[in-house]
C-alpha cells in the first residue's frame, strides 16, 4: 500500500499534462478508440462509468492474469490446511475419534475446502488492488467528477506535444463525438 | 441445412452397434449362472441408465424454459429429442417387469416371496417395495413424463409451423414446464428408490434420489454435447457457436463439481456416523469392489475438474469431446457401481438357498462383468447407445434442427459469453 | 452480454433512464437529510440493540444458567437463531454470485443490498455460537494458535470447528466482494460530495477513477470470485448440517442434510431479502429499479426453493418409515404427533403449503402479499430449524431423560436482539451507500431499459416508423 501510495506521488510529481474528450455514449466513445487505434493516436487512458463490454480489446489491453494469482494462492491454501492438519494428528497430537484412523482424509476435506477458498480470495483481492495502485486513503487524480456519473473519457498525454500535434488530436476528438474538449495538468 | 437426416453410413454404424449389442446379450445369457444374473443386470443397468437421460434432458428443458434461458435455444431441439427417449424407455423396463412377474430374474431381494417370508426388514417395506408397486409406480410415473415430453415437443414443433407474434405457444409451455418441475422431482425421486436403490433392499439413504438424478444428468450433458459436436461435423447446426460451447461446458464443469458434492456428502456423513447398516454399503464397495469405487472418483470427478478447470478446454472441440467421452462412461460406471455389488450379493443368497447349502457364499472375488465390467458389458452399452442414438437421431429428422418461431432465437443466436 | 434482447423479456428498469438520472435516483438518498420514517425505523431497531446488548450482558453476568437449557435439551433457541441467521445470510451471495454465471440480469436491481443484508446476518449468526459457549471471553479457544496447553490444537475433525472455518471464510469473502463491487459506486457518490464529505468517500473509494484496465481486471475478479463464491456458499450450510448429521442421532444423521439445508438457506434468505426489499424501495423511491419483475422473480425462486425443501420433508418421512429402523420411525412420529407437533405444523404450513400460491402470476406480482409471504417463510424457517434441533433432543434414546423445553426470558431478548442488531445496521447501510449498485444498472440499461426493451419501447418504436427490429 505504501508503495503505490509513492508511485503515486512520483507521478504526480512529474505532473501530466492532458488533453481529453468527454463522450456521452459509449458506443461513440468504442468507435473513437477503434478509430484512433487505427491512426496510431497514443491513447493515455479510457475512464468509464461502468465496465464497457469490448473496451479491452479495442485499446489492445493484455487479458487480465488476475485468475492465475487466485489458482496459485488457492493451490497454497489447499496445502497448507490439509498438511497442516495431517501433522497435527499424525505426528504433533494424534486424537482417535469415532474409531477412525488418525490420517482421516475424508475429516480434512471441509476445513482443505475453506483455506482454499480463503487463500484464493485474499491474494487475489490484494493483487488486484495493489497492481491497480488503489487504497485507502489513495486519492488518484481525475479529470472530471461526471466520469463515475454519464461521461465517457478519451485522454491523451500531451506533455512535449507542439501545437500542432496537439490541434491534430483536438480535431480527431471532435470529429470522432466527443461531447467536449478539455485540458487539465495532472 | 436446418433440416437433419440420418446418412446411410451411420444408419449401418448404429445398426451394428445394436446387433452388437444384442449378440453380448445373448451371449451372456448363455454363459451365465443359474439365475442370468449378468445378462439381468446388465439389461437393467444400461436400461435405467438411458431412460434415466430422457428423463433428465426432460427435466432441464423444463427448468431452463422456467428459467428464461434465452442461449440454449440452438440446441434446444436436441434436449427435445432426448426427452423423448422416455417411450422406448418404457418398453425397456417393461421388459424387467414382465421378468419380475414371470420370475424369470432375481435381481430385486425383495422380490423373492421367500425371502421376504424369512425377512422382518423386507416385510416392514413390503407396502412399497412390491411387484404391485413396482409395476404400477413405473407405468403411472413414466406415463406422466411421456405425456409431458410430447406436450412440449408439440407445443414446440407447432410453434415452428404457426408460430404467433404474441408467442402463445412458448407461453403455453411455459405453464407445463413449470407445472412437470414439481411433479418430475418428487416421481423421479420415487423411481430411483424402486428402480435402483431397492437393489440394496436392506439399505438405505436420503440423498440418493438425488445423487442418482444428477449422475444422469451430467451423462446427458456428456451425450449432448457429443451429439452436437456429430452434427456440427456433419455440417449441421452452423448457428452453434464456440459461445455455446463453453456454456455446456460449464454445465459439464459445474455438475460434475456439484455430483461431487453429493457423493462426498453422502460418503462422509455415513462414514462418520458409522453405523453398521448403512456402511455396509460402502464397505462392500471398498474392499470388494476397489476399481468401481475409486474409479468411480477419479473418471466423474478428478478428470472433468483438472480438465475442465481451464477456460480454453471448454472452447475446443478437442477437449470437450474428450472429457465428454470420459464422464460418459464414467457415470454409466457409477450406475454399474450402484447396480452391480447389491444384485449379485441377492443372487448369492438365493443361489445358496436354493442349493440349501446355508450362508456360506464367502468371499470369494466377485467375477468379471460385476468386479469391473467385462467386454460383454462394454458390447452391451454399445447396443444400447446404438439404439438410443438412432431413436434420438431419427426424433430430430422430424424437425427443423433449430426452431423457428421461439421468442428467444435472437439471443440464441448472438450469444456471447 | 448480447445486445440482442427477446421480445418477451419485460424491462428491468423503468421510467426511460439516463445514465445520469440513475446516478441521482440511487445516490441522492445518501444525500438527503433521514426521513421521518427512517428516524422512527431506526429508533426502533436501535432499542432492539440495546435489548440485544443488554440480554448478552446478562448471560455473561448470570451465566448459561440464566437460559432455560437443560441437560437432554442442549441446543435450544441459541443453535436455532444461529441456524436461521446463516441461512438468511446465503441470499446475498447467491444473488451476486451464483446469478451472475447464471446470466440473470434482475440481479442487478437487488444484489448490493443482499450482498449487505448476508454480512449483517451472518454478522449476527456468528453471535450465537460464541455466546452459548459459555464463557464468552475464552472464545478465542476455537481458533488454531500456538498455545500452552501442549500445544492442545483445537479438533479438525469436528464439524463445530469446521463452521468456525466456513463461517469465518464466509464472512470475509462476502466482505472482500461486496466491498471490491462497492468501490467503484462510493466514487461515483464521492463525485458529487464536497467538503468533509468527499474527503470520508474518498478515502472510502480507494482512488478509484474508472480506468479501463481497472474495470477490466475488476470484471475479472468478480467473475473469478463468483465462481469461488458458488461452492463456498454451499460448503456452508453444508457444513452446518453437518454439525448435525454427522451424529448418530435419528432425525439428524441423514444424508440428504446437505443439499436440503442448501435449499432451505437460499429460501429463507430470498424470502429476508423480499422483505427489506419491499420496505427499501418503497422508502427509498426505488421502484423503478426494484421493479414488480425483480420481484416476481424472487418469488418463483421462493416456489422452487420452497418445494425443493418440501421434496426433502416428505424424502425424510417416507425414508424413515422405509428404513425399517425404530428409533428412526420414532423420531419422525415424534416430529408429527410429539409435543412439539405445533412447530412441525408451522414449519409444513410456512415452508412448503404457503408459498405455493406464487402459483398464482397476480400474487407473485403483489407487493402486499409478497410482504405477507416473506414473513410467513421467514417464520416457517425458524420453525424448520426448531423442529430440527429442540424436537428431536426433547426425545432421546433413554425415556427417563425426555424433557421440554420452553425459552427463558433471556433467550428470547437475545433472539429479538440480534433483528435489532441486523436492522440497525441494514438502516445505517441504506444511509452511506447506494443499495442499488450504480454502475451495474448502467451497465444493463441499453438491454433492460424500457424505453429498448418490452411493451413500451415497441410501442415507441412503432410510433417512429421505425418498426420493431429484435
Known amino acids: 500500500m505504501f508503495e503505490s501510495a509513492n508511485i503515486h506521488h512520483t507521478m504526480a510529481n512529474q505532473s501530466k499534462e492532458v488533453l481529453y474528450g468527454l463522450y456521452d455514449d459509449e458506443q461513440v466513445l468504442l468507435q473513437a478508440v477503434h478509430k484512433a487505434k487505427a491512426d496510431h493516436l497514443d491513447i493515455m487512458d479510457v475512464y468509464t462509468p461502468f465496465p464497457v463490454h469490448g473496451l479491452d480489446e479495442a485499446m489492445g489491453l493484455s487479458e487480465s492474469r488476475l485468475h492465475q494469482v487466485g489458482f496459485i494462492f488457492g493451490a497454497i491454501g489447499a496445502l497448507t490446511a490439509f498438511l497442516f492438519m495431517t501433522w497435527v494428528f499424525t505426528r504433533d497430537w494424534p486424537i482417535i475419534f469415532g474409531g477412525k484412523p488418525y490420517w482421516s482424509i475424508p475429516a480434512f476435506i471441509p476445513i482443505t475446502f475453506e483455506l482454499t477458498v480463503l487463500f484464493s480470495a485474499i491474494g487475489m483481492v490484494v493483487a488486484y488492488y495493489t497492481v491497480c495502485g488503489l487504497a485507502p486513503g489513495v486519492t488518484n487524480p481525475t479529470l472530471d467528477d461526471r466520469i463515475t456519473d454519464d461521461k465517457f473519457c478519451l485522454a491523451f498525454q500531451t506533455n512535449g506535444a507542439s501545437q500542432q500535434e496537439i490541434d491534430k488530436l483536438k480535431s480527431f476528438l471532435s470529429a470522432s463525438g466527443a461531447e467536449e474538449i478539455n485540458a487539465k495538468i495532472i | ?417 | 452480454m448480447s445486445a440482442a434482447v427477446s421480445p418477451i423479456r419485460e424491462p428491468l428498469i423503468q421510467g426511460s433512464k439516463t445514465y445520469h438520472q440513475i446516478t441521482e435516483d440511487i445516490c441522492s438518498p445518501t444525500e438527503r437529510t433521514p426521513s421521518m420514517t427512517w428516524i422512527i425505523a431506526f429508533m426502533v431497531a436501535s432499542a432492539g440493540l440495546a435489548l440485544y446488548v443488554f440480554c448478552l450482558a446478562w448471560t455473561i453476568w448470570v451465566g448459561i444458567g440464566s437460559w432455560n437449557l437443560n441437560r437432554t435439551i442442549g441446543w435450544g433457541w441459541d443453535i436455532t437463531n444461529f441456524v436461521w441467521w446463516i441461512g438468511i445470510g446465503h441470499a446475498g451471495t447467491l444473488i451476486s454470485a451464483i446469478l451472475l454465471l447464471f446470466r440473470q440480469r434482475w440481479r442487478t436491481g437487488v444484489n448490493r443490498a443482499a450482498e449487505a443484508m448476508t454480512i449483517f446476518a451472518v454478522m449476527c449468526a456468528g453471535q450465537f455460537p460464541l455466546i452459548h459457549m459459555g464463557r464468552l471471553w475464552l472464545g478465542f479457544f476455537i481458533f488454531p494458535y500456538p498455545n500452552t496447553r501442549g500445544p492442545l490444537w483445537v479438533n479438525f475433525n469436528s464439524p463445530l470447528l469446521w463452521d468456525v472455518f466456513a463461517i469465518s471464510t464466509y464472512f470475509t469473502v462476502s466482505l472482500l466482494f461486496w466491498y471490491t463491487g462497492l468501490v467503484p459506486d462510493l466514487a461515483t457518490v464521492r463525485d458529487r460530495a464536497k467538503g468533509l464529505r468527499r474527503k470520508i468517500y474518498n478515502y472510502m473509494s480507494f482512488g478509484w477513477t474508472g480506468a479501463a484496465k481497472h474495470w477490466q481486471r475488476f470484471e475479472s475478479l468478480s467473475l473469478v470470485l463468483a465462481g469461488l463464491s458458488t461452492p463456498l456458499v454451499l460448503s456452508v450450510h453444508t457444513i452446518v448440517s453437518f454439525d448435525f448429521a454427522t451424529s448418530v442421532i435419528p432425525g439428524w444423521h441423514t444424508t440428504i442434510f446437505p443439499p436440503y439445508f442448501v435449499a432451505g438457506a437460499i429460501f429463507s434468505g430470498f424470502a429476508m431479502v423480499q422483505t427489506l426489499m419491499v420496505m427499501t424501495r418503497k422508502v427509498l423511491n426505488l421502484e423503478q429499479y426494484v421493479t414488480l419483475e425483480h420481484i416476481e422473480s424472487m418469488n418463483k425462486v421462493i416456489l422452487l426453493t420452497g418445494t425443493i425443501v418440501g421434496v426433502a420433508y416428505l424424502t425424510e418421512l417416507f425414508v424413515a418409515w422405509y428404513s425399517g429402523y425404530i428409533y428412526e420411525q420414532f423420531a419422525f412420529y415424534n416430529r408429527v404427533m410429539g409435543p412439539y407437533w405445533w412447530s412441525y405444523v408451522g414449519m409444513m404450513s410456512c415452508n412448503l403449503l404457503s408459498p405455493q400460491i406464487f402459483w398464482f402470476k397476480k400474487i407473485r406480482r403483489s407487493v402486499f402479499w409478497t410482504f405477507v409471504m416473506s414473513i410467513f417463510v421467514n417464520i416457517g424457517m425458524w420453525f424448520e430449524r426448531f423442529v430440527i434441533i429442540g424436537t428431536t433432543l426433547a426425545r432421546d434414546y433413554l425415556p427417563s431423560s425426555w424433557s421440554y423445553y420452553v425459552p427463558s426470558w433471556v433467550e428470547i431478548g437475545l433472539f429479538v436482539g440480534t433483528l435489532g442488531l441486523f436492522f440497525t445496521l441494514y438502516l445505517i447501510f441504506s444511509r452511506v451507500a447506494p443499495v442499488v449498485a450504480v454502475a451495474e444498472v448502467k451497465q444493463i440499461l441499453k438491454v433492460a431499459g424500457d424505453q429498448y426493451t418490452g411493451p413500451n419501447a415497441h410501442k415507441a418504436h412503432h410510433a417512429k416508423g421505425a418498426g420493431v427490429h429484435h
Not at chain 2, 435405467?48 to 428464461?68: H, K, Q, Y
Not at chain 2, 468411480?296 to 478447470?309: K, R
Not at chain 2, 460418459?328 to 447396480?339: A, E, R
Request: include cysteine; charge should be neutral; charged fraction near 15%.
Open chain 2, 1 to 417: 441445412m436446418n433440416q437433419y437426416q440420418i446418412d446411410g453410413k451411420l444408419k449401418t454404424v448404429l445398426l451394428g452397434m445394436m446387433g452388437l449389442g444384442l449378440l453380448c446379450l445373448i451371449l451372456t445369457f448363455a454363459y451365465d449362472d443359474a439365475l442370468h444374473t449378468r445378462f439381468w443386470s446388465n439389461y437393467l443397468h444400461n436400461a435405467v441408465f438411458f431412460t434415466g437421460i430422457g428423463f433428465v434432458s426432460l427435466f432441464v428443458m423444463a427448468a431452463f424454459t422456467t428459467a428464461w434461458a434465452g442461449w440454449y435455444t440452438v440446441v434446444k431441439r436436441v434436449f427435445e429429442a432426448y426427452s423423448l427417449f422416455l417411450i422406448p424407455g418404457l418398453i425397456l423396463m417393461l421388459v424387467v417387469i414382465v421378468g419380475m412377474w414371470g420370475g424369470l430374474h432375481h435381481l430385486y431381494h425383495w422380490a423373492d416371496d421367500k425371502a421376504v417370508a424369512a425377512d422382518p426388514i423386507l416385510q416392514g417395506k413390503s407396502s412399497f417395495l412390491n411387484k404391485n408397486w413396482y409395476t404400477f409406480g413405473t407405468l403411472i410415473i413414466m406415463g406422466i413424463w411421456i405425456f409431458f415430453a410430447n406436450k412440449l415437443r408439440t407445443l414446440s414443433v407447432e410453434e415452428d409451423m404457426s408460430g404467433t407474434p404474441d408467442y402463445n405457444h412458448h407461453k403455453r409451455m411455459r405453464i407445463w414446464a413449470a407445472a412437470f418441475l414439481p411433479i418430475g422431482g418428487f416421481t423421479s425421486a420415487a423411481i430411483v428408490w424402486q428402480w435402483v436403490m431397492s437393489v440394496d433392499a436392506h439399505w438405505y439413504s436420503t440423498l440418493y434420489a438425488w445423487y442418482a438424478t444428477v449422475s444422469w444428468f451430467v451423462s446427458a450433458l456428456a451425450l449432448i454435447i457429443l451429439t452436437i459436436a456429430y452434427l456440427k461435423s456433419k455440417g449441421y447446426l452452423e448457428e452453434v457457436t464456440v459461445e455455446h460451447l463453453h456454456d455446456l461446458g460449464k454445465y459439464l464443469f459445474a455438475f460434475s463439481v456439484f455430483w461431487a458434492y453429493l457423493w462426498f456428502s453422502q460418503y462422509m456423513l455415513i462414514w462418520y456416523a458409522n453405523i453398521g447398516e448403512e456402511t455396509v454399503y460402502f464397505r462392500e464397495r471398498i474392499d470388494n469392489y476397489p476399481v468401481l469405487f475409486y474409479g468411480n472418483l477419479l473418471l466423474n470427478f478428478v478428470l472433468p475438474f483438472l480438465i475442465l478447470m481451464r477456460n480454453d478446454t471448454k472452447r475446443k472441440y478437442g477437449t470437450l469431446i474428450f472429457v465428454s467421452l470420459v464422464v460418459l462412461f464414467g457415470h454409466w460406471f457409477d450406475f454399474f457401481q450402484m447396480i452391480k455389488p447389491g444384485v449379485l450379493h441377492t443372487a448369492h443368497e438365493a443361489l445358496a438357498h436354493g442349493a440349501e447349502e446355508g450362508a456360506h457364499h464367502g468371499h470369494a472375488s466377485a467375477p468379471i462383468g460385476f468386479l469391473i465390467p467385462g467386454l460383454l458389458e462394454i458390447g452391451t452399452m454399445l447396443g444400447f447407445l446404438g439404439g438410443f442414438l438412432y431413436f434420438v437421431l431419427n426424433r430430430l429428422s422430424k424437425a427443423a434442427l433449430v426452431p423457428k418461431n421461439d421468442p428467444y432465437l435472437e439471443e440464441s443466436l448472438h450469444h456471447h459469453t
